[in-house]
Nanobody
Framework: QVQLVESGGGLVQAGGSLRLSCAAS????????MAWYRQAPGKQRDLVAR???????AYADSVKGRFAISRDNAKNTVTLQMNSLKPEDTAVYYC????????????????WGQGTQVTVSS
């Protein structure tokens, strides 16, 4: 079982920065990958960035060079530093955790936070 709590969203002008944080509480669950997704109104939820427990990262092309994902495995937290924000980055940002449920050994991917709104004004 995983509970994810995001923080750090808000309103910022284009060119500004925001830092999103997500804290995971786990019970009988081993997290492998943590990620940030975003969903703009009327659009599907898309991957922004992900990071494995080994530190491997991947980014959507639209945020490469502007966003940076990092993780503290000991604290089960993941952070998304967003720089040079653009109006098209406006969306609800969701934290996601994937890993193994220890009782069943099953790999689970659908662990989501409640989302945090990021709005970038032009």
């Amino acid at each position: 079982q995983v509970q994810l709590v995001e923080s750090g969203g808000g309103l910022v002008q284009a060119g500004g920065s925001l830092r999103l944080s997500c804290a995971a509480s786990t019970r009988l669950f081993s997290i492998n990958t943590m990620a940030w997704y975003r969903q703009a109104p009327g659009k599907q939820r898309d991957l922004v960035a992900r990071i494995t427990d080994g530190g491997s990262t991947a980014y959507a092309d639209s945020v490469k060079g502007r966003f940076a994902i990092s993780r503290d495995n000991a604290k089960n937290t993941v952070t998304l530093q967003m720089n040079s924000l653009k109006p098209e980055d406006t969306a609800v940002y969701y934290c996601n955790a994937r890993g193994v449920e220890l009782r069943t050994g099953r790999y689970e991917e659908n662990n989501w936070g409640q989302g945090t709104q990021v709005t970038v004004s032009s």
